[in-house]
């Protein structure tokens, strides 16, 4: 048995640090081989191009595939694959369909593989359409393309046209993987539940919510496991339908399934219980991610701001705020909008005022949602008998209207 060559070794070492994504460290390996005068070879080279390429310096890239030239090699299908996806992850998606043909020129036959990075860069580049274009003439029979598109060519069709609002499209497109003996999967029908929902269209998502979920059983049965991206859409979609409990079922079958319960994660419960008015459910939730280590977030406190408020749980809002300081977390402007109108609807006006003025003085950027919101909440307040729902910082004069009057004038 002979040895193998020292170069297919060091090889394998650099194509190790690629892996492991320590490219800065598999390019210093390659100069100091390059320095020891060690003949290098094709492997060697498109590990170079890859390593580049994944650091977002595709230009480099091409450089090293001149260097190939020089070396006399040819560039083979994984340099071009390489080149590819960077030109897609620096955001040079037309840069990259041109190779993508010119390849085709030089008689090269893609795979699945770079035909998915290809489409995954159209998507995440906001031409959905144009990729969906792609997809149909490779579905036709392109003669340069020996291969059916897969499931993940689907996936990344499906969520990239749910991203651009295109839900029609997406609905067809799922009848057609059924067309070509491809079945929709879990991320199938999470990307289209997400999109329905943000689509406003409730009723077809509920009964997508609803294959989906017998999809997630049938899937944990035969021991596949779904990612926590799936889990936050399914519970979202629950949420959204007022089904807590089963939101909730989903939380608790994450943990015991071992996944890393992050912050979205916990958002998605606790604005799920806000929305359902279960506010002790939501701050226990709340309290128990801090405990487990996990930081939250302006969004969880904005979303617990507002449930509170909707309660009249308005004691309960000024302690939440001023934790917020104690995590670290800034308000936005957002915050002061839900604190302005949840003090004004809370009859709670002389502290609405005071932030507002505050707020004015300080210099913070007011968006004309929140002027609008002081505007409402003053005449609301004006031609109320002083507060006789919240506390006994209620009641509003004519010169506390004459004062905000004058800051928003200047």
């Not at 579905?139 to 029609?168: A, H, W």
Request: hydrophobic content about 45%; charged content about 20%; glycine content about 10%.
């Amino acid at each position: 048995m002979q040895p193998s060559s020292p170069i297919s070794s060091f090889n394998k070492l650099l194509g190790a640090a690629a892996k492991t994504k320590n490219y800065q460290d598999a390019i210093f390996m390659y100069h100091r081989m390059v320095e020891a005068e060690l003949l290098t070879d094709i492997i060697t080279q498109n590990i170079l191009v890859n390593c580049y390429c994944s650091w977002k310096m595709t230009a480099v890239g091409f450089a090293v595939m001149g260097g190939i030239f020089k070396r006399g090699y040819s560039p083979n299908i994984n340099t071009f694959t390489s080149l590819i996806k960077g030109l897609c992850m620096e955001d040079k998606i037309d840069y990259a369909i041109v190779l993508f043909l010119k390849i085709i020129e030089m008689g090269f036959l893609p795979s699945v593989m770079i035909w998915n990075i290809l489409i995954n860069g159209l998507c995440k580049s906001g031409k959905a359409k144009v990729a969906l274009h792609l997809q149909k003439e490779a579905e036709n029979g392109m003669s340069y393309l020996r291969f059916k598109p897969d499931i993940i060519s689907y996936n990344t069709l499906v969520q990239g046209l749910c991203k651009e609002g295109l839900l029609e499209n997406v609905k067809q497109l799922l009848l057609e993987m059924k067309g070509n003996g491809i079945l929709p999967n879990l991320v199938s029908y999470s990307g289209l539940i997400h999109g329905l929902c943000e689509g406003g269209e409730w009723e077809e998502a509920k009964r997508k919510t609803a294959e989906a979920t017998g999809l997630l059983t049938l899937m944990i049965k035969i021991g596949e496991e779904p990612d926590c991206y799936t889990f936050s859409i399914l519970m979202n979609a629950f949420c959204m339908e007022g089904r807590i409990d089963d939101a909730r079922d989903l939380f608790v079958l994450m943990e015991y399934e071992g996944h890393k319960l992050g912050v979205v994660i916990y958002n998605v419960l606790i604005s799920g219980y806000c929305k359902c008015h279960k506010l002790e459910d939501a701050m226990s939730l709340f309290e128990e991610m801090i405990v487990k280590g996990c930081k939250p977030i302006l969004i969880i406190f904005n979303n617990l701001l507002n449930g509170l408020f909707q309660v009249g749980k308005v004691e309960e809002v000024r302690k939440l705020f001023a934790k917020m300081k104690a995590h670290e977390v800034i308000a936005a402007s957002a915050t002061y909008r839900i604190l302005l109108d949840g003090f004004f609807k809370n009859n709670c006006l002389l502290e609405a005022i005071e932030l507002f003025l505050i707020l004015e003085r300080t210099g913070a950027k007011l968006g004309i949602e929140t002027y609008n919101c002081v505007l409402d909440g003053l005449c609301r307040g004006a031609g109320s008998d002083g507060g006789s729902g919240g506390d006994e910082r209620g009641g509003v004069s004519v010169v506390d209207l004459v004062a905000v009057s004058m800051a928003m004038s200047c």
